[in-house]
């Protein structure tokens, strides 16, 4: 299984759908800053899984959760924004609480920053932005229980 994971568009809608085609993803996951431009890809790819969480960027969209706990292929991933988290002042917080509730992947976004490392069984990633600036976005693939995860920073 592939996902896509994507955060921080805001109002870049052309970027996502450029980082679906190019992938050909299973699932797509965007983790705020903009959630609601998730939904073109939602229109374009209407038969797609796609979930959004919350960006602090996303105060008034209250339809979507501040993070999920997914389970794909029986792999358990953390998905939210990271504001929440300080991810901006340091990782711990974020590790602490994927590994309370027995995530094998934290996702977050908020720093524009790519970011993605295993440690002792945790992947951490942030796909960065998805933006007009060097977009960039992050992979994640699960075979027979396997995850990998990486981040793409070509340009779309």
Aim: net charge negative.
């Amino acid at each position: 299984m592939k996902i896509l994971v994507l955060s921080d568009s805001h109002r870049e809608e052309e970027y996502l759908l450029a980082a679906v085609r190019q992938e050909k993803p299973d699932a797509v996951i965007h983790l705020g800053d903009h959630a609601a431009d998730a939904l073109v890809i939602e229109r374009e790819y209407p038969r797609l899984p796609l979930c959004r969480v919350r960006g602090n960027c996303d105060r008034y969209d209250t339809d979507v959760q501040d993070e999920v706990l997914l389970t794909w292929e029986g792999v358990k991933i953390l998905a939210t924004h990271g504001h929440r988290y300080g991810v901006k002042t340091g990782l711990l917080t974020l590790c602490y609480a994927a590994l309370q509730q027995g995530a094998q992947v934290a996702l977050f976004g908020h720093t524009h920053v790519p970011y993605c490392e295993e440690s002792e069984g945790l992947w951490l990633l942030n796909p960065g932005a998805c933006g007009r600036f060097l977009p960039t976005y992050g992979i994640i693939e699960i075979n027979n229980g396997t995850v990998r995860c990486r981040v793409m920073e070509e340009a779309l």
